[in-house]
């Protein structure tokens, strides 16, 4: 199919694109790296009336720390290819948790068109990026004509495909804390085949004080809930820990209280048994790289 037909409009400035949408609010849709909003529109799932293609505004493929003491935060503006994030060596250096979901969204050809903040303004309930981003701490950057605001990725992702962002609203930026001290992350997933959206995906932040015991973690899930959830109960569980072996234990409860959407590629009761494997998955090889830097896959 082809989509209804429909204005296309290519600001050169941030002003030009925030008025677009403060005029045709709902009726309008941004374009950033097109991979799937072009498919909805192809497949007349939406069919906004304009389409703010946001590639030739200057600024938003910022990619760099910034921040009180020049390198407190990471900042991906929002025509930052996927693609790019994955190959960054500061995304690698500060963020490496960012770079290894990223590397197992879809393809690269995918990747190199869509962005970071596409991923995560779609909000796909499945997608690797968004629990990146909540087990990551990050913050979302939105500006409209009249305001700008910061949400934390915890309030941001508010059910299927929605979010937060009013309809005169886009995302500019995502931040992302860098990490201090002995951190390690990563992040599992479950794909039917190779690049497929996750069944179910599990990302994990710990860090770990001097006395070896984990002194820092969060948890996040894609693909077990409406969307991506942290697990604040495996959080507590695992809080004190020193033994991986408490990491099994933790991760018996990732499940609990969430809402999986069954579908044909798993159902509710599989999602939940991978929500739990694969945040033990997550927290051991987290754990793992952060005593021991050069371990890479799970202990
Ligand atoms: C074959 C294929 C396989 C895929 N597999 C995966 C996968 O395994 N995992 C995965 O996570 N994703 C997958 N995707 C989706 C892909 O990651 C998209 O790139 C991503 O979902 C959207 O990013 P985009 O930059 O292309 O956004 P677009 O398609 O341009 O936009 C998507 C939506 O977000 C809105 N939007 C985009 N940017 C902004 C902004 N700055 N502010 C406000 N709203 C905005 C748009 O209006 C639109 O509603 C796949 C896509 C394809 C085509």
Redesign the pocket.
């Known amino acids: 199919m082809k989509p209804a037909p429909f204005e296309y409009a290519g600001p050169r400035e941030l002003d030009e694109a925030l008025d677009l949408l403060a005029e045709h609010g709902d009726d309008a849709?941004?374009?950033?790296?097109?991979?799937?909003?072009?498919?909805?529109m192809n497949a007349r799932q939406?069919s906004?009336a304009v389409?703010?293609d946001?590639n030739r505004v200057p600024g938003?493929d910022t990619l760099g720390l910034f921040g009180d003491n020049g390198s407190s935060t990471l900042r991906l503006g929002?025509?930052v290819?996927?693609r790019t994030s994955e190959l960054s060596d500061e995304v690698a250096a500060h963020a490496p948790l960012l770079a290894e979901a990223g590397a197992?969204?879809?393809?690269a050809p995918?990747?190199a068109?869509?962005?970071?903040?596409?991923?995560?303004?779609?909000?796909?309930p499945?997608?690797?990026?968004?629990a990146a981003l909540l087990a990551l701490d990050g913050l979302v950057k939105?500006r409209s004509r009249a305001a700008e605001r910061t949400v934390a990725a915890d309030d941001f992702f508010t059910g299927p495909?929605r979010?937060s962002?009013a309809p005169d609203?886009?995302?500019?930026a995502v931040d992302v804390p860098v990490a201090t001290g002995r951190t390690g992350s990563a992040f599992v997933e479950l794909?039917r085949r190779h690049?497929?959206?996750?069944v179910c995906g599990a990302a994990a932040v710990v860090g770990v004080g001097d006395d070896g015991r984990v002194s820092h973690v969060r948890v996040a899930l894609?693909g077990a809930d409406e969307r991506p959830v942290r697990v604040p109960a495996v959080e507590a569980a695992v809080l004190g820990a020193d033994d991986p072996a408490a990491f099994t234990e933790a991760a018996a409860v990732a499940a609990d209280g969430t809402s999986p959407i069954p579908s044909c590629h798993g159902s509710a009761d599989f999602r939940r048994h991978l929500a739990r494997v694969l945040t033990a998955r997550a927290l051991r090889t987290a754990f793992a790289r952060a005593t021991s830097p050069k371990e890479t896959t799970d202990a």
């Open positions: 849709r941004v374009l950033a790296g097109g991979q799937s909003l072009v498919r909805l939406v906004p389409v703010v946001i938003l929002a025509t290819r996927q197992q969204v879809a393809h995918v990747r068109r869509g962005t970071v903040v596409g991923s995560v303004a779609f909000a796909d499945s997608a690797e990026l968004p939105v495909f979010t962002l609203e886009m995302v500019v794909t690049g497929d959206l996750p894609c």
